[in-house]
Nanobody
Framework: QVQLVESGGGLVQAGGSLRLSCAASGRTFSSYAMGWFRQAPGKERELVAA????????RYADSVKGRFTISRDNAKNTLYLQMNSLKTEDTAVYYC???????????????WGQGTQVTVSS
């Protein structure tokens, strides 16, 4: 089993940066694919970035490609999302997710954190 807790959200001006962290517990953490999702008010939850168990394979939504970087440190049981050049459109609640494979990183499946709010002001 995996438990996930996000942190690092907050208020930032457009063009600024934030780093989100997801602390995971569970002895099988290193075998899980991980991902970040986000959901804005009135919008559906969408995948932002994903990473396989080893960290060698990553995927990004087109809207964040080149600005966001997903990474993981299996020794620390922690997932990260470095967000640079933030835009007001990035404002949302960001969620950490885990599953056995990248294909399992979909809403309604796997394990989820409680979410952390990111607000980008103009």
């Amino acid at each position: 089993q995996v438990q996930l807790v996000e942190s690092g959200g907050g208020l930032v001006q457009a063009g600024g940066s934030l780093r989100l962290s997801c602390a995971a517990s569970g002895r099988t953490f290193s075998s899980y694919a991980m991902g970040w999702f986000r959901q804005a008010p009135g919008k559906e939850r969408e995948l932002v970035a994903a990473i396989n168990w080893s960290g060698y394979n990553t995927r990004y939504a087109d809207s964040v490609k080149g600005r966001f970087t997903i990474s993981r440190d299996n020794a620390k049981n922690t997932l990260y999302l470095q967000m640079n050049s933030l835009k007001t459109e990035d404002t949302a609640v960001y969620y950490c997710a885990a599953n056995s494979q990248l294909a399992g990183l979909v809403v309604g499946q796997g394990y989820w954190g409680q979410g952390t709010q990111v607000t980008v002001s103009s």
